[in-house]
């Protein structure tokens, strides 16, 4: 009995996870030909981040960092592939429910595609086809199924059934070696299919082409790295980031791919005058260098997702001062291509700061993955409230007016980045040589500044460390310290800075939402 319940039940399974497979396959083929951002597993995707509550959103990054997207994706194909086993068997032993549940998959994926901002009409299609296709192919596998698997139905078919004029309608049942055929070519066909789409939105991506193409405008001033910003220290963070190790950390689980040819911005809102910018007349404008460092609020005390980088690009407030925002707007509602919203108060835009719309990064155009053509970067704030990417609109308003993508979500709503220092060397759990040990990191309080780091050893008084150039205080500064006779043993180190306004950093721990993490950075050594 144990032996029947087995066999009825595992190649149901596999019949479902083959039609899932080619009907997601297929749905990402078409995608690739009608609506290239609207592929099934991208926009439930993209629906499944837009719904998820703040502290799930918190863990994944937690848990993966710049890795979520693959973890989200990764674990969607999990779920889907776990649902459509049991679709399979649902439909082997209680048709058509196997069938409804594809169903339901295609619908819910071609309503995630229709809501998703800016969707294009046919953004429904790839996932109506992906639903459509999965039902076709659960329904054939099933028939062909070995005969004592198949649904009761069809399993009670007299012995003639299995002739060829048998009727289509009660199919006779396969071999088991016949089914593996069947269901095996069924996935192939699915990965291939995907393949393919992915090949065609390769070739048919002809945005990083033009990137590549492009030529920047020589910027009419030049930002410059001083003498003593970089310590030289093996295992520090560089001054400057290099754009591939640069965080990305955003809502796009499918990076938006805009022609610059054809962006616009559009400023409008609470002004006298609004208008569009296009790419040629924003190159046309004058652009100049800027070193800034950017930090995410899920930074944890400790954390990496922060980097510093040379942004080229022309001051906000100049576009603000040509659209007349009325005295009583206090916010900047920016929207990005793909619809992510960010809130950012119009005071930071408008005074001295470079708030800028940043077309270069680190001496080329901005990477895809981080905004491209067009992005903002804002000195001083959490990029969930000003590091809009791929921005696409600007609307001037007010905070009791308009609410942002994460402000309603549970975060607050203007997100100053806070004093905070982190232990780049050594490193978490090395072990070091006893005698005089290098300590040594960076610290950070973008527009105000660093006055002072200090360094705790054990539970012993704070000391001095040395502060290299700093470049500004819009970004970080490297910092480190000399442990005289460091003893054998395990030895815990600490770091706070303190900022260039007399403020010290804080050890009280609190998270990231709804502002920012607090606390100190510490780490064990052991020393040998």
Known sequence: MAMTSTRTWWRPAVAGAAAAAFGAGLGELVAAVVAPESGPVVVIGAALIDLAPPWAKDTAIALFGTADKVALVSGIVLVLLVAACGAGVLEARRPPWGMVVFAAFGVAGALAAATRANAPMLAVVPSLVAGVGAIVALRLLVQRLPRAEMPAGAAASPPEATSPSASPTRPAGSTRRAFLGWAGGAAAIGVLAALGGAAIQAGGRAVNAVREAIRLPAPTSKATVPAGADLGIDGLSPVITPNAEFYRIDTALAVPTLDPAEWKLRVHGMVDEEFELTWKELLALPLAESITTLTCVSNEVGGDLIGNAVWLG???????????????????????????????????????????????????????????????????????????????????????????????????????????????????????????????????????????????????????????????????????????????????????????????????????????????????????
């Open 314 to 528: 022309h001051p906000i407030r100049e576009l603000l001062a040509r659209a007349k925002p009325h005295a009583d707007a206090d916010m900047v509602l920016s929207r990005s291509s793909d619809g992510f919203t960010a809130s950012t108060p119009i005071e930071v835009l408008q005074d001295d700061r470079d708030a800028i719309l940043a077309v270069g990064m680190n001496g080329e155009p901005l990477p895809v993955e981080h905004g491209f053509p067009v992005r903002m970067v804002v000195p001083g704030l959490y990029g969930y409230v000003s590091a809009t990417k791929w921005v696409v609109d600007l609307e001037v308003t007010r905070f009791d007016r308009a609410r942002a993508y994460w402000t309603d979500r549970g975060w607050s709503e203007r997100g100053p980045i806070k004093l905070s220092s982190r232990i780049d060397v050594p490193r978490r759990g090395q072990s070091v040589s006893a005698g005089d040990v290098v300590v040594a990191g960076v610290a950070w309080h973008q527009h105000v500044g660093i006055a002072a780091v200090e360094v705790q050893v054990d539970d012993g008084p704070w000391r001095p460390a040395e502060l290299a150039t700093a470049i500004s205080d819009d970004t970080w500064v490297q910092w480190r310290f000399e442990w005289p006779d460091a003893s054998a043993g395990s030895h815990t180190l600490r770091v706070r800075a303190t900022g260039a306004d007399g403020e010290v950093q804080t050890a009280e721990e609190r998270p990231v939402v709804p502002d920012g993490a607090t606390g100190l950075d510490e780490i064990t050594v052991d020393v040998q």
